[in-house]
């Protein structure tokens, strides 16, 4: 029991790193936000005096929001990218979740997904966190692939 509770002391959890492939291009995220396969939708349904919920067979998939650092001037890679995106069609593209090894754990394809421009961030003179920007990702689809 004892040796059980030093495990537990030493464990910590491990966060993994996001990137999104569009094409032969790679882009690194700093947060990502919640991803599904989509939530069914629910209407109300009435029997005599009863009333109940059923599925309706639509499935939400949701918004995918993701954050860029602006490391400097020079360095707009990521940011041009996404903005070119955000100014084109809509394209099949991955989502990639990997460990601090670098072994991915988790790829879902976002299928026919769009890309908007978010917010800016506004910069903190007072922190060591650099400029940021969010970009919105809709995909019609998500399915995860291994």
Known sequence: MKQMINLQLFARAQSWNAELKIDADTVYVQTA???????????????????????????????????????????????????????GRPKDIFLIFRDS?????????????????????????KSKAEDTHTFILTPEAVKEVA
């Open 33 to 87: 936000s919640e991803v599904s396969e989509g939530e069914e939708g629910r209407i109300d349904v009435v029997d005599g005096d009863r009333k109940y919920k059923i599925g309706d067979q639509i499935f939400d998939v949701g918004e995918i929001s993701v954050t860029i650092l602006m490391k400097n001037k020079n360095e707009r890679r990521d940011y041009d990218l996404l903005n070119d995106f955000s100014k």
């Open 101 to 125: 090894q670098g072994v991915p754990q988790l790829t879902y394809l976002l299928s026919q997904c769009g890309c908007h421009r978010g917010k800016k961030n506004a910069f903190d003179r």
